[in-house]
């Protein structure tokens, strides 16, 4: 009698369990898991928005890959876009983290202000507030003609315009700075006294101690920054609109026009897809990678 009241009360719990996760597991199938597989049957077909979608097969990653030029230039522009930004990303947040990483007057005043412009994130306002300062009579030209620099045309010229919208996602190095920050926090000061006593000066204890003491979150920092990259939209969008001549043209954009623009959804449910398997497959590279430099104190790995 006793086990079956136990068994009783903890169907009850369970019961209970299920009534407070409800609302969650409802958004998750509702607003996630139907989407997410119902953008993968309509990648197989031909749907407009007007009609109802009709089974195509693989046709619409045949004409990805074979007829559709716009599709693997934005595909080109976006590998160039996070090859740019996520080094660039990184070394900017770790740098400046071990600037930030000593005891200096005002020094929580310093690290908030260069954690702000992630408070602001991919936003449109900042991504005008960046068109204005880049515009051919912008800000940065107006600062350069001050000193006696003719200025560039950095949006209307296909060789800058890529790089100019890769320093706004540059710009915003701050989440990863805080983490860089905590992780050089937790390095112990055992090991660089050690390193004194031999003689290895700061450049060595940097190389030596510093790096490898932080490559988890050096490894964690570049997926995050990876994903991110490649599925990157506001700026190129609001700045240039894939211009000029599809230089800032990347993915996330193609998709939205197709999807938006043109109403193939089926064709830009095909483009999401590609999207994820790249994303995917760049990800499990990088993890395949994590076992020969990044470095753990207990010695395991993923």
């Known amino acids: 009698m006793q086990k079956k009241k136990k068994v009783r009360a903890y169907r009850k719990r369970d019961y209970q369990a299920f009534i407070y996760l409800a609302p969650w597991l409802i958004g998750l199938c509702v607003l996630q898991l139907y989407p997410f597989l119902s953008s993968l049957y309509y990648s197989f077909t031909d749907y407009q928005i007007t009609s109802k979608p009709i089974w195509a097969g693989i046709k619409n990653y045949v004409e990805l890959f074979t007829s559709d030029s716009e599709f693997l230039t934005s595909l080109w522009v976006t590998i160039k876009f996070s090859l740019l ?11 400046v983290a071990v600037f930030l990483n000593r005891n200096l007057k005002g020094i929580n005043l310093i690290r908030t202000l260069y954690y702000i412009p992630s408070l602001f994130g991919g936003s449109i306002a900042i991504a005008m507030l960046w068109k204005v300062m880049f515009m051919d ?3 940065i030209n107006a600062l350069l003609a001050k000193i006696g620099i003719t200025g560039i045309s950095w ?3 296909p060789k800058v315009a890529l790089v100019t919208i890769c320093m706004l996602e540059i710009w915003q190095f701050g989440s990863s700075m805080v983490m860089f920050l905590a992780a050089l926090k937790q390095v112990p000061s055992s090991l660089y006294e050690a390193a ?20 988890p979150i050096i490894f964690f920092n570049m997926i995050m920054q990876t994903i991110n990259a490649l599925q990157t939209y506001t700026s190129a969008s609001v700045i240039t609109n894939g211009g000029p001549l599809k230089a800032t043209y990347v993915m996330g954009l193609k998709l939205y026009k197709e999807g938006f623009s043109y109403f193939k959804m089926g064709y830009a449910s095909a483009i999401s897809w590609v999207m994820f398997a790249l994303i995917l497959v760049v990800t499990l590279l990088l993890f395949r990678s994590s076992s020969s430099w990044v470095y753990y104190e207990d010695g395991g790995d993923f």
């Open 85 to 95: 930004t996520v080094p660039g990303k990184l070394l900017l947040a770790l740098a």
């Open 155 to 157: 949006l209307g010229d």
């Open 137 to 139: 009579n912008g800000v």
């Open 196 to 215: 004194s006593i031999d003689g290895a000066g700061k450049i060595k204890k940097f190389i030596y101690i510093t790096v490898p003491q932080i490559t």
